[in-house]
C-alpha cells in the first residue's frame, strides 16, 4: 500500500498528487515508495532523485540523477514509440506506459529479473506502437526480449470489439502485458534452463511449429473440451501460449490477493456460514507458501469479487475456472517464479 510521505493518505499506483494534502508525488522505483516530486530532486540515501521528464504524459515516477538520462527505468525500457508529430497515439502512449509501470511493479514484487535491453544482450525491452499511426500493422507479440504492444488496443471499442469477435471472456492491456511478459519468462527462465523438462511434460513440447499452430487455432478453433485442461482457448493453439496465458493468470491471481490483503479484507467463517470452512486471509506475498493454499484463497475471493461486480451489474471480474490441470501449469509458474525470487533477493530489481 502507497502513502503520501507528508500526510500519510493513501495513495495508487498512478497517484501525481496526493488527494489529502497536494503535495506533488512520485515512485521511487528501488524501494517502491512514494517520495515528493520536486523539480530540484530529493536526497535519497545519498542520490538526487526528479521526477520522470515523461511527468506531463502522467509518468509519476522518479530517476535518479546518475541515470544518464531524463526518463525513469520505466520509460527506459520503451525502445519504439509512436513518431512525435502524432499526438494521438502518443496519448494512447501515456495509458500504455501506465499500465506497464503497473506490470513492472509487480514483476519487482515478486522478485522478478527485470534487465534493460540496453544493459545486456537479449533484456527486456517494449515497443509500444499503434497500426493507426502509419507505421504498418503492428502485432502484439514477444520475440528476443522485446515485447511489442498495440497502442490501438487501449481504445474502449476497438478492442471490446475484437474480445466479442474472438470469443473472448477477458481482454486488457494489463492482461496483454502480463502475458507477453509470460513469453519473455519462459524464454529466460525456463527454456534455457533444466526447467524446460517439467514444462514440455506439463505445457507440450514447444519446438512444434508455431506457424502451423497459428492456422489450425485459426481454421479450426480450441479442441473440444478444452476446459478441462487449458485455462482459455487461445492456450490451446502452442505450448508457448498455454505458458504465457498461466503466467498471465499467476500474475492476476497474485496480484489481486496482494491488493486485498493491502486492504486489510479477510473473509470471516463465522459471518458467512457453511460456506466458507475457515478464515481465508489472503496474503501480500504467496513466496513460500503452496499452490494450492493460493489458489484455496483465490477460489473464495474471485466468487466474493464476482459477486461484487455482479451487484454493480456488472459480469464475473475473473470469468475462469481452474481446472486440476491448470492448477498444475500455475503451480509451475508459483515454483519457478519463487526460484528465481531467492536468486534476485536483495539486488535492485528497478533502479
Ligand atoms: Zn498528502
Ligand atoms: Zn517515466
Known amino acids: 500500500m502507497l502513502h503520501c510521505p507528508r500526510c500519510s493518505d493513501i495513495t495508487v499506483l498512478e497517484t501525481l498528487e496526493c488527494p489529502g494534502c497536494g503535495l506533488a508525488v512520485g515512485l521511487h522505483p528501488p524501494s517502491l515508495t512514494m517520495r515528493e516530486a520536486t523539480a530540484s530532486g530529493i536526497d535519497i540515501d545519498g542520490v538526487q532523485w526528479s521526477p520522470c521528464s515523461n511527468r506531463d504524459w502522467r509518468c509519476n515516477w522518479l530517476v535518479a540523477e546518475d541515470a544518464g538520462s531524463g526518463q525513469c527505468c520505466s520509460c527506459r525500457l520503451t525502445r519504439q514509440r ?33 534487465d534493460p535491453y540496453y544493459e545486456r544482450e537479449g533484456g527486456l525491452a517494449f515497443d509500444l506502437l499503434s497500426s493507426y499511426s502509419g507505421q504498418g500493422r503492428v502485432t502484439i507479440g514477444h520475440a ?12 474502449d471499442d476497438y ?6 469477435r474472438l470469443g473472448e ?3 486488457t492491456m494489463l492482461g496483454h502485458f502480463r502475458h507477453e511478459v509470460g513469453h ?8 534455457q534452463t533444466d526447467w524446460i523438462h517439467e514444462c514440455r511434460e506439463l505445457f507440450g513440447d514447444e519446438r512444434a511449429s508455431y506457424s502451423d499452430a497459428l492456422d489450425r487455432h485459426y481454421s479450426s478453433g480450441a479442441p473440444d473440451g478444452w476446459e478441462s485442461s487449458y485455462i482459455s482457448e487461445y492456450a490451446t493453439m502452442h505450448p508457448w501460449e498455454d505458458f504465457a496465458e498461466s503466467f498471465a ?20 467463517a463465522d459471518r458467512v456460514p457453511g460456506v466458507v470452512a475457515a478464515d481465508v486471509v489472503p496474503r501480500s506475498s504467496y513466496h513460500g507458501v503452496p499452490t494450492s493454499a493460493m489458489l484455496a484463497d483465490w477460489h473464495w475471493l474471485s466468487l466474493l469479487f464476482n459477486r461484487v461486480n455482479h451487484a454493480m451489474g456488472r459480469g464475473d471480474l475473473y470469468p475462469f475456472t481452474l481446472s486440476a490441470p491448470v492448477e498444475r501449469k500455475l503451480d509451475f509458474v508459483h515454483r519457478v517464479v519463487q526460484d528465481v525470487a531467492r536468486r534476485t533477493a536483495g539486488t535492485l530489481i528497478l533502479r
Open 184 to 191: 519473455y519468462y519462459q524464454w529466460i527462465l525456463v527454456e
Open 144 to 155: 528476443n526480449g522485446v515485447v511489442t504492444i498495440d497502442l490501438v488496443e487501449t481504445l
Open 169 to 171: 471472456p477477458y481482454r
Open 249 to 268: 493468470h499467476y500474475l492476476h491471481i497474485t496480484d489481486t490477493l496482494g491488493t486485498a490483503a493491502a486492504g486489510g479484507l479477510v473473509l470471516h
Open 159 to 164: 478492442r471490446e470489439a475484437l474480445r466479442i
Open 82 to 114: 509512436p513518431d512525435a508529430s502524432d499526438t494521438i497515439a502518443l496519448e494512447k502512449l501515456a495509458d500504455a506506459a501506465g499500465v506497464k509501470r503497473r506490470l513492472l511493479v509487480q514483476l519487482a514484487e515478486l522478485g522478478l529479473p527485470v
